[in-house]
């Protein structure tokens, strides 16, 4: 899938092009036949160095340095086995279940050879994540269901072991659905990208339905019948439901229960033409009915059963209601309006009732329903207005900041602020919803309102000293350029790194070539404050904040760049859900660096919380306007991505990681520097290995972000 920002510039998230499509006419020929060997190379055993090593450092700083040998002998033993997609996917697996149990994961290695010896990988993720979602919270039971002591596991690995492979489906699902819908549509799979990450649902787009490779034994135990019941359901909505519909004013959870009517409403009217379909569709509502939960979810699944099975007694007041509601206005199903008044009336009820309602977690009930976003126009929700500006601007005039190419300006406030949206990365969907976020920048206090021109003097300050590599970075000199987006030669330390990361399913970096040449060397560089809340707390045992210390640094470095021909900004955002990402910008590229802007800087404040990727992608944005050879965003932070209105962990991180490589596709570098001891766990996701560096001493921020500077600036 692809995930585009509104943009002209900056325009698109897909993959990077292949290394063939990289390659110039002048490639020369045995580099050629060495890439297109490390490319085509099929025998797992021979994939085992890069495959493996990448995760094995992982492994050891995990805790996990037991389990090494064991992998490794375990991961020789199948290498012929199994092709090189199979064992990378085996090496991701195990690393995903590391990281919620080791024990499990020790478990698995064990019986390794037992199990793939039953099922292949994609059925041992299947078996797997049975088990982890039996019993979520029993971290005991985990351990004995991946180990085989329970009977449970057993007839887990037993129906895994007979069950027809998910692809093997497809093409008999494509001419159900072609035939049903009287609509061209392909049938792809939706691969469960978070091991132990919410369940996928289908989802339906313009031109294709795609369906989960990780359905389970406890959403069906016969998955074929699952999956045409997925098409049956999915032709409901293509032949009966209106598409794109606005959310504005609705609150997620008017939206679930919105959805919730729509789903039977349109199941009934496809239940009208073809009757049979009635046994697809209500073994599964019988089957989820049982379950019990205190939540929405399980509300929604009753009310639902209800409105299809008119044998079905319940003694629940709301599900009656809806469903009293619902028959009173059966006979005019073909009109929208009339059911969507109804979840309405529902929707306030559950308000009312307090019924607990988790976006990030809900997934919609029975399996076989999709997530219902192609009901949905997500761009076009409005967002809150602003919250009023807690600054106080004085005297000089404030400049009107231009809206990056890749924004959407959504309003003008006043002249101290402006709104543009961006999209959002969605994992469990594998797409972006468009103009998902709004970001609100916020125009600091007094600024000059010129920029320096050449040969303009800086404001005379206090200076530190920065390092000479830095200093020095107007290079001028005779020498090999690597890693070029162009070149006559292959730099090929750079095109092993972009096969061994299209291995490991990372971002890879597309400049793989080299060129002789002379040039000046010059670096527009955003330093991108985290002013979230936490940014608030004591450095123990003194009275500085980290908020104080990471003035500290913007303005040393500030001070440090002012006399150099290299162009410095340094930004700052914060977040309030995700309407509201607050931008500010205290210096500009090119800006005098005098006391006006140290003033901004000193009035800076934390609040709120942290939306990385949209501010990210804002940041890179303003960037692409820079005429310089590089571009790169240093982001300073203390903790992971993290806002009020997520609740699921990944959510954050891997769009944020999709910000990253957006930016970095585009000719934007990203580099992080954080004061969370704990980063290792996220931040080398978002921004790759070679991209962050974890501050131990806060005190010593400033000297860190003057040595980050120097180091890209002299790369």
Not at 150 to 158: C, E, G, K, P, R
Not at 290 to 308: I, K, P, Y
Not at 327 to 349: M, W
Not at 562 to 569: C, G, H, P, Q, V
Request: with cysteine; glycine share 6%.
């Amino acid at each position: 899938m692809r995930c585009r920002d509104s943009s002209k510039r900056i325009s698109d998230e897909s993959q990077l092009p292949s290394a063939h499509s990289a390659m110039t006419p002048s490639t020369p020929g045995i580099m050629r036949k060495d890439i297109d060997r490390m490319d085509h190379a099929n025998d797992g055993s021979a994939a085992l160095d890069p495959a493996w090593s990448l995760a094995r450092t992982a492994w050891m700083a995990d805790g996990a340095t037991q389990l090494v040998p064991l992998v490794e002998q375990k991961l020789h033993a199948l290498g012929r086995r199994l092709n090189a997609d199979e064992f990378a996917a085996l090496i991701e697996l195990l690393d995903s279940l590391k990281a919620v149990t080791v024990t499990g994961a020790a478990q698995v290695i064990n019986r390794l050879e037992f199990l793939l010896d039953r099922v292949n990988v994609d059925g041992l993720g299947r078996w797997i994540l049975t088990g982890l979602r039996m019993h979520p919270a029993d971290p005991g039971f985990q351990e004995r269901y991946l180990s085989l002591d329970d009977a449970a596991s057993v007839a887990a690995l037993a129906a895994e072991e007979g069950a027809q492979a998910p692809s093997a489906c497809f093409p008999a699902l494509a001419y159900y659905l072609n035939g049903l819908a009287e609509s061209p549509l392909d049938i792809q799979a939706r691969r469960q990208t978070i091991l132990n990450g919410p369940p996928a649902r289908p989802v339906i787009t313009d031109t294709a339905l795609l369906l989960p490779d990780s359905y389970t034994i406890l959403d069906g135990e016969d998955r074929a019948m699952l999956y045409r019941a997925a098409v049956a359901h999915a032709v409901a909505h293509i032949r009966h439901s209106p598409r794109k519909l606005p959310t504005a004013g609705l609150k997620p959870l008017g939206i679930a229960v919105v959805s919730t009517i729509e789903d039977a409403r349109a199941e009934r009217l496809l239940l009208r033409e073809y009757p049979g379909l009635a046994n697809l569709f209500l073994p599964f509502l019988r089957k989820t009915t049982h379950e019990r939960d205190l939540g929405f979810a399980w509300l929604a699944v009753r009310l639902h059963h209800a409105l299809l099975d008119p044998g079905y007694q319940d003694d629940n007041y709301w599900v009656n209601k809806g469903r009293r509601l619902f028959e009173e206005n059966a006979g005019e199903l073909d009109d929208y309006q009339r059911f969507r008044e109804i979840a309405s009336i529902l929707a306030n009820d559950l308000g009312q009732m307090r019924v607990r309602f988790n976006a990030q977690q809900y997934a919609v009930s029975p399996a076989y329903c999709d997530d219902n976003s192609c009901l949905w126009d997500y761009a076009g929700s409005s967002a809150p207005a602003p919250m009023e500006q807690d600054i106080e601007v004085k005297g000089a005039r404030l400049e009107q900041a231009e809206a990056a190419p890749d924004a959407t300006p959504v309003s003008v406030e006043a002249a101290t602020s402006a709104t543009f949206s961006y999209p959002e990365w969605d994992y469990r969907i594998n797409a972006c919803r468009e103009g998902w976020c709004t970001v609100v920048e916020r125009a600091d206090g007094p600024r000059l309102a010129s920029v320096r021109s050449a040969g303009e003097s800086p404001a005379t300050a206090p200076r530190i000293a920065m390092p000479k590599s830095a200093r020095s970075g107007q290079i001028d000199r005779h020498r090999r350029l690597r890693r070029q987006w162009e070149g006559e030669e292959i730099d090929l330390n750079a095109a092993i790194e972009f096969f061994v990361d299209r291995r490991r399913h990372a971002s890879p970096e597309s400049r793989v070539f080299m060129r002789p040449g002379r040039r000046e060397h010059r670096t527009a560089i955003l330093v991108l404050m985290d002013l979230s809340e936490s940014a608030n707390d004591r450095i123990p045992g003194r009275f500085d904040s980290i908020l104080d210390m990471e003035k500290k640094a913007a303005w040393m470095l500030a001070q440090a760049v002012a006399d150099s021909d290299n162009r410095l900004a340094i930004h700052g955002f914060c977040s309030n859900t995700r309407h509201e990402v607050n931008y500010t910008r205290f210096i500009e590229f090119g800006e005098v660096v005098g006391a006006p802007q140290q003033k901004a800087i000193a009035r800076a404040s934390a609040a709120y919380s942290t939306r990385m990727g949209a501010a990210l992608r804002h940041a890179a944005a303003l960037l692409d306007e820079e005429d310089s050879e590089r571009k790169v965003v240093i982001m300073v932070t203390d903790g992971a991505p993290s806002d009020i209105d997520v609740f699921d962990d990944e959510y954050l991180i891997l769009d944020a990681q999709a910000g990253v490589n957006h930016a970095r596709q585009h000719g934007v570098d990203c580099f992080c520097l954080t004061i969370d001891a704990d980063a290792e766990r996220y931040v080398k996701r978002i921004f790759g290995a070679k991209n962050y560096r974890i501050v131990d001493d806060p005190l010593s921020l400033p000297a860190q972000l003057s040595g980050v500077f120097a180091h890209i600036n002299g790369l």
